[in-house]
Every structure is written in C-alpha cells, then in structure tokens.
C-alpha cells in the first residue's frame, strides 16, 4: 500500500504458507513476456497430427487440446509422453481426474507401458485431487517438480478438474503462472480442457487459456448415420501453416489414428454436422465465377 522514497508494485498477490518455506508470494502479475522462442519442431506422438500441424509443435509452445468427455483427451496426452519416449526426452504427466492405477490402465489399453517409463526415468506421473489444495499450493508444487525432475515435456490432465476448485480470477492466475513457468525452462506444455456439451460448445477454461496457448487442437464427435465417430481440427497454431480439414480419428489398441477428412459436411464444430449434397457443393463452387 505504501512504501516510501520508491516504486513499488501495486495490485494484489496471493500467498500461501507452507511447511519449511514460510510464506510464499506468487507475483504472478510481475511476470514478464519475455520469453525467447524457437523454430525446433518436436512430435505430438502422432505422425500424421504432425503432419496437420506443418510438421509438429514448437519446443517451447503451449498446447490447449478440447474436446467433450471420452473423446479422447487422456489419450492425446498419452501419445505426447510417448513421442517423447521415442525422442529420449522426459515428459511430466500432472493428473488431476484419474487415479495412478487407471491411468496406467488406460495407457497400457493404447500400447503404452508408462510402469517401464518410470522405471527407466523418462516418466513421472504425479496424480492428485483438485480438492486436497489450493491452486496457489498446486502451482507451487507443480514448479518444483517441474524444476526437480527437467522433463522436456510437461502435460496437465485436466485443467477443467482445476478450475472447479477455484474462482476465475485465481484460475487464471493460475494458469499464467504455470504457462510462463513451462515457457521460461523452454520446454512444451500440453493441457487438456473438457467442454461440458456432448456435441459442440466451449467452456470457461478454453475461453480462459485459450488466449494464452499456441496451438488449439479439437476433438469433436460427429453423429452419422447412427454412429459416434471421432474428428479432429488444429485450431489455431501461431506461427505456422497447419492444416485446416476437420479429419476423423479412431482409437484402438495402438492408439489414435486420424484418418480423411470429412467430405460434403458442415457444422461439425458447431455439434450440428449436415451433410451438403454434391450438386450444391459445385453450385457454391461456380457462385462467383459469373463475376469474374
Ligand atoms: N484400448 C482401447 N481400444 C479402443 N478404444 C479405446 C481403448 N481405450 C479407450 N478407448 C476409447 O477412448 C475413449 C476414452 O479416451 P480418453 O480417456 O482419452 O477420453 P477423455 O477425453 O480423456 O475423457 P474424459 O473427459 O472422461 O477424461 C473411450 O471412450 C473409448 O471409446
Ligand atoms: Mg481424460
């Protein structure tokens, strides 16, 4: 409030107290943009995600990765700490809505053994509950980790399960302390986010983070004829060409694998895909032809 004879920061900042540290200020709103960036491409774990994305992630980027429940968000996140196997690097998975056992269930339901990963030291899984602490001690000990264990990748699954026990300003202190912390040790961050409607829509979480990440991928299920099938989209992705279909995906016991992309449909990330028939298509084609 007052401090005299110099400038000082004004504003609030939480603080939380713990066992040997005593008080801990986060200056969150201090926190500079002054990260350097690079043009290193790294693998999503997926070859042909890659591909839609010209050719992987940035080193340094944030990755926001939507989609409804069960559409495949863990497995995204999965396939990003097995790229990162392949590569020799070492990745940090922060769960916060399954247990260790499920996950290495489900991880292991792809192909993925994350129990050899951990033993060999290219895996740390730390799960928790949203509930135990507050975002301010999940922050913190999240950096520690971070800074303890040097991955090179860092995933957090979910941040819709974080942003239940917290309010939206404290959220989004939280997510900009966590984002410029994984920009700064230069390494990648991938997050996931759950939209709460089946078929379309967005949350709040996307709508907070969203602004701060660098890439955006989709994942969307499209009703037809009957079926659930699977789609995915890039987004957004700064500071490159990516693709921009909305392709299918199917998951089995290897994984995600993303296939086509839809033809003649439309309203797919609005949760209302109509099909457009052939004939219409050319119509809209050959609409401004006769301007020319
Ligand atoms: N071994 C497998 N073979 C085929 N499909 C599978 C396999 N394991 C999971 N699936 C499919 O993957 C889906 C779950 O994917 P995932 O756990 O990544 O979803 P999610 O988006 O993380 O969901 P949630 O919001 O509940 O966390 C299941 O609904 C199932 O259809
Ligand atoms: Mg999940």
């Known amino acids: 409030l007052k401090f005299r004879g110099t400038l000082h920061q004004k504003g609030e900042f939480p603080f939380t107290i713990l066992p040997k540290d005593g008080v801990v200020v986060i200056p969150l709103s201090a926190i500079e943009l002054k990260q350097k960036s690079s043009n290193f491409r790294i693998t999503s774990g997926i070859e042909e995600l890659d591909k839609m994305c010209g050719g992987g992630f940035f080193r340094d980027s944030i990755i926001l990765v939507s989609g409804a429940t069960g559409t495949g968000k863990t497995l995204m996140a999965t396939e990003f700490i097995d790229g990162a196997l392949k590569k020799g690097e070492k990745s940090l998975l922060f769960a916060f809505e399954e247990s260790r056992e499920q996950l290495f269930r ?57 942003e239940r026990v917290s309010t939206k300003k404290g959220f989004r202190e939280f997510v900009i302390g966590i984002t410029s912390f994984i920009k700064q040790k230069e390494i990648a961050g991938l997050f996931t986010s759950t939209s709460p409607t089946l078929m379309g829509g967005t949350s709040i ?38 693709d921009k279909h909305i392709c299918e995906f199917t998951i089995d016991s290897k994984g995600m694998h993303i296939k086509q992309p839809f033809k003649d449909l439309y309203g797919i990330i609005a949760g209302e895909p109509k099909f457009v028939s052939r004939s219409e298509l050319e119509r809209l084609d050959n609409l401004f032809d006769d301007i020319k």
């Open 205 to 242: 979480t996307e709508a907070h983070i969203s602004t701060i990440t660098d890439s955006i991928i989709l994942l969307r299920y499209v009703e037809l004829f009957g079926e659930m099938r699977r789609g995915i989209t890039v987004l957004k992705m700064r500071g490159s060409m990516h």
């Open 106 to 162: 489900n991880a292991i339901g792809w192909g993925i053994d994350y129990e050899k990963m951990e033993k060999n030291g290219s895996l740390k899984v730390s799960c928790e509950y949203p509930e135990v602490s507050g975002l301010e001690d999940h922050l913190i000990r999240m950096k520690s980790e971070i800074e303890s264990f040097k991955p090179t990748r860092v995933a957090i699954d979910s941040m819709s399960a974080l």
